[in-house]
């Protein structure tokens, strides 16, 4: 028994102490980013959203985070997060798009199929309002294209659909 111990000890310190795997690259480390949570379009206090109640209605169910779109993409692509106890099934967002210096680029509403399970996320791709390539977004990566203008994005939840299962 003893042997067994004085074995896995010896295997412990020897795994402690081993050189990491040589590369062809050197002086690489793993990046950690933190998730860009897309900001939230602010409801008019005069507007109600088209629900049956709007008790019903709460804008905090879909969180919106990690937003992509390069240069050359034809698709964003965006992370939902379902914060309620109920499934989603289908998400309609008043997407609006800004340069750098805080004007108006376009502003769209887009509906999008998912099957997002309660405290869970879902990556989702949209079309892009980009057509021509000529702008990446400002929290993304570096664009490798030149001449592009980069932008940001807000969101508001008009409408989540909600699975109704027994």
Known sequence: MRLIVALLLTLLVFAATAKQKSTTRHRLRP?????????????????????????????????????????????????????????????????RYYAADGSLIAERTVEV??????????????????????YHYAHGSRPRLTGTTPFDVAYRLLRYDVAITR
């Not at 629900?51 to 034809?74: E, L, M, N, Q």
């Not at 199929?113 to 000529?134: E, G, T, V, Y």
């Open 31 to 95: 990046v950690m980013t933190a998730l860009h949570e897309l900001r939230r379009i602010a409801l008019p206090a005069d507007s109600q959203p088209s629900v049956s109640s709007p008790a019903d209605f709460d804008s905090t169910v879909i969180s919106i985070h990690s937003f992509t779109k390069r240069a050359g993409d034809d698709r964003e692509q965006f992370t939902a997060t379902n914060n309620s106890s109920c499934h989603i099934t289908g998400l309609m967002l008043l997407l």
């Open 113 to 134: 199929k998912c099957d997002i399970m309660p405290s869970k996320s879902q990556r989702l791709r949209i079309k892009s309002f980009d057509s021509n390539h000529a």
